[in-house]
């Protein structure tokens, strides 16, 4: 479940934490081009017809359980990126491979519902398997690339004592592991990690940044040629998108259901 009005504010000291083994940002064929409109669509399968209405879409954000191969064929038969979005920091009750996560990393509810649980992301030699499993899921049915969420779970209440440290040889792993794998992947959210997590990851996917005044980090991305996609729910399109555009950021309006409607700068 994306992000929506959860804050993330705690700031780590991570200078200390040693490199992991991780290769840098991809060079697989497809990449978010800054400038580029996008979609992002969760709670359904976006149609064909309406891939095929769709203007100004360069990209497509689409639930990667959800979404069959041939719809992804549709989008990149229209010239568009195809991205494929699963949570990487919770369990969820009713996805097909949920019985493979032990009861063990399972963790507190996010947002109070018992269906999603933060996962315990220290436990990495177990959980890499599993998001390489889900990775490849994306990769065989012609995703170019993944947007694996909830990836800012030490700035939350998840039930375990994560670290700033943990998160970051977390994410690192998801990164490494989709490159492995022929995939881009994007950072979404954890803004206080942009600065160290940039040089892994191929784009920047944010909620709200306008609205709570932590867009400036982003410019470790823009400053590299790497887009970043931007995503506004209550603040009008008047309000941000001058200063999205003055960015380089490719920024909408989208309702929290993350339907099809898209209002974009």
């Given at each position: 479940?994306?992000?929506a009005?959860?804050?993330?504010?705690?700031?780590?000291?991570?200078?200390?934490?040693?490199?992991?083994a991780?290769?840098?940002?991809?060079?697989?064929?497809?990449?978010p081009?800054?400038?580029k409109?996008?979609q992002?669509?969760?709670?359904?399968v976006?149609?064909?017809?309406?891939?095929?209405?769709?203007?100004?879409?360069?990209?497509?954000?689409?639930?990667?359980?959800?979404t069959?191969?041939?719809?992804?064929?549709e989008?990149?038969?229209?010239?568009?990126?195809?991205?494929?979005?699963?949570s990487?920091?919770?369990?969820?009750?009713?996805?097909?491979?949920?019985?493979?996560?032990?009861?063990?990393?399972?963790?507190?509810?996010?947002d109070?519902?018992?269906?999603?649980?933060?996962?315990?992301?220290?436990?990495?030699?177990v959980?890499?398997?599993?998001?390489?499993?889900?990775?490849?899921?994306?990769?065989?049915?012609?995703?170019?690339?993944?947007e694996?969420d909830?990836?800012?779970?030490?700035?939350?209440?998840?039930?375990?004592?994560?670290?700033?440290?943990?998160?970051?040889?977390?994410?690192?792993?998801?990164?490494?592991?989709a490159?492995?794998?022929?995939?881009?992947?994007?950072?979404?959210?954890?803004?206080?990690?942009?600065r160290?997590?940039e040089?892994?990851?191929?784009w920047?996917?944010?909620?709200e940044?306008?609205?709570?005044?932590?867009?400036?980090?982003?410019?470790?991305?823009?400053?590299?040629?790497?887009?970043?996609?931007?995503?506004?729910?209550?603040?009008?399109?008047?309000?941000?998108?001058p200063?999205?555009?003055?960015?380089?950021f490719?920024?909408?309006?989208?309702?929290?259901?993350?339907?099809?409607?898209?209002?974009?700068?």
């Amino acid at each position: 479940m994306h992000r929506a009005a959860r804050l993330a504010t705690v700031l780590a000291a991570v200078l200390v934490l040693p490199l992991l083994a991780c290769s840098p940002a991809s060079a697989a064929a497809w990449t978010p081009t800054p400038g580029k409109g996008w979609q992002w669509v969760l709670s359904s399968v976006p149609t064909a017809k309406q891939v095929a209405a769709a203007t100004g879409v360069a990209a497509w954000d689409v639930d990667g359980f959800d979404t069959p191969a041939s719809r992804v064929a549709e989008i990149k038969k229209r010239g568009a990126g195809a991205v494929c979005y699963f949570s990487a920091g919770s369990w969820e009750d009713w996805r097909p491979d949920a019985k493979k996560f032990p009861a063990s990393l399972r963790g507190r509810a996010l947002d109070g519902w018992a269906g999603e649980k933060w996962l315990d992301i220290r436990r990495r030699t177990v959980l890499e398997p599993l998001m390489a499993e889900r990775m490849r899921m994306c990769r065989d049915k012609g995703f170019d690339a993944v947007e694996p969420d909830n990836v800012d779970g030490w700035t939350n209440r998840t039930g375990f004592p994560l670290t700033a440290a943990d998160q970051l040889a977390y994410n690192r792993m998801l990164a490494d592991t989709a490159h492995r794998l022929g995939l881009k992947i994007a950072l979404k959210n954890d803004v206080d990690q942009v600065r160290e997590l940039e040089p892994y990851f191929d784009w920047a996917l944010n909620e709200e940044c306008f609205a709570h005044d932590e867009c400036d980090v982003y410019d470790a991305f823009r400053d590299e040629g790497k887009a970043v996609w931007v995503v506004e729910y209550d603040t009008p399109v008047a309000e941000f998108c001058p200063a999205a555009r003055a960015a380089g950021f490719d920024a909408m309006r989208k309702r929290l259901e993350l339907d099809t409607y898209r209002a974009a700068c």
